[in-house]
């Protein structure tokens, strides 16, 4: 169940419009549950960011995954 879920993941590849310019199912799915979220940082999904959702990451960047996580637990324990 997505309201079980403590970081939801929102990741797509860069290899077609589709994926640069999509908005998928998957943010209505976790903000409706409230679960914080990662997207990857395409034009599509800023609206995590923008929203206040959650942060938008380049998922190939280990460190700057990490970094995102730790926020986002951060965030949580307030």
């Given at each position: 169940m997505t309201s079980h879920a403590y970081i939801g993941a929102v990741t797509y590849t860069r290899t077609s419009f589709n994926?640069?310019?999509?908005?998928?199912?998957?943010?209505?799915?976790?903000?409706?549950?409230?679960?914080?979220?990662?997207?990857?940082?395409?034009p599509g999904l800023q609206v995590v960011a923008?929203?206040?959702?959650?942060?938008?990451?380049?998922?190939?960047?280990?460190?700057?995954?990490?970094?995102s996580l730790l926020h986002i637990d951060v965030q949580l324990e307030r």
């Open positions: 994926h640069l310019f999509c908005a998928p199912n998957k943010i209505w799915e976790y903000s409706g549950a409230a679960v914080p979220m990662i997207s990857d940082d395409l923008a929203g206040g959702a959650g942060v938008c990451v380049d998922f190939q960047d280990s460190k700057a995954l990490m970094s």
